[in-house]
């Protein structure tokens, strides 16, 4: 089993819709958990934070986080096709001597 | 932008060469960070460097290489290389804390012929 798993997709949605997209890990010890959105040919860029579980909120954007289902989830509210793009979780233990994990990425495409 | 400079943008070469790629942090950023993405596997950690030590080391093969220098850039030197060394490499850095997100380059796509 890898230690983080996501779904490839893709994923295809009209202008407007909600958008989740989701993770599963197997290591208990993660409690840093982050989203990246990487477009083509572009490096991934910061899109959300979390540490350990809870909810948090940054414009239509909103990050969920359970660790006792190992499970984190991203919503895009209202997706615009300016949100096409390849969304990679990514998580930390936080320990010094490991690195951020990431998943491979599920690529999403918004049709206006 | 995230701040962080990967030189060259594409490189192609032959089997066997030897190359180096170069990476400048984000100003004030002390730890750089080395990826390898290919479809097939992902985002792969290679390995991490802080103020110029060896942090972290993941799935680095023995013939790739780095190093932080007293100006906190980074270089990656890959050699003997392999036709499944084709892939892009990521440079990120981040402030250092265990805690710190990471900021990314955009990469430097480097292809074995």
């Known amino acids: 089993q890898k230690e983080v798993e996501q779904d490839p997709g893709p994923l295809s949605v009209p202008e407007g819709a909600i958008v989740s997209l989701n993770c599963t890990y197997s290591n208990s010890a993660f409690q840093y958990f982050m989203w990246y959105r990487q477009y083509s040919r572009k490096g991934p860029e910061l899109l959300m934070y979390?540490?350990?579980?809870g909810n948090k909120e940054d414009g239509r954007f909103t990050a969920q986080v359970d660790k006792s289902s190992k499970y984190i989830s991203l919503f895009i509210r209202d997706s615009q096709p300016s949100d096409s793009a390849t969304y990679l979780c990514?998580?930390?233990?936080?320990?010094?001597?490991?690195?951020?994990?990431f998943g491979k990425g599920t690529t999403l495409s918004v049709s206006s | 932008d995230s701040g962080v400079t990967q030189t060259p943008k594409h490189l192609i070469t032959a089997t066997g060469q030897r190359v180096t790629l170069r990476c400048s942090p984000r100003s004030g950023d002390l730890s750089v960070y080395w990826y390898q993405q290919s479809l097939d596997q992902g985002l792969q950690f290679l390995i991490q460097y802080y103020n110029g030590e060896e942090r972290a080391k993941g799935n680095i093969l023995e013939r790739f290489s780095a190093q932080q220098f007293p100006d906190l850039h980074s270089e990656l030197n890959l050699s003997s290389l392999e036709l499944g060394d084709s892939a892009l490499y990521f440079c990120?850095?981040?402030?250092?804390?265990?805690?710190?997100?990471?900021?990314f380059g955009n990469g430097t796509r480097l292809t074995v012929t």
């Open positions: 979390t540490y350990s579980s």
């Open positions: 990120a850095s981040s402030q250092g804390g265990i805690s710190s997100p990471l900021h």
């Open positions: 990514a998580m930390s233990a936080g320990q010094a001597g490991t690195a951020l994990i």
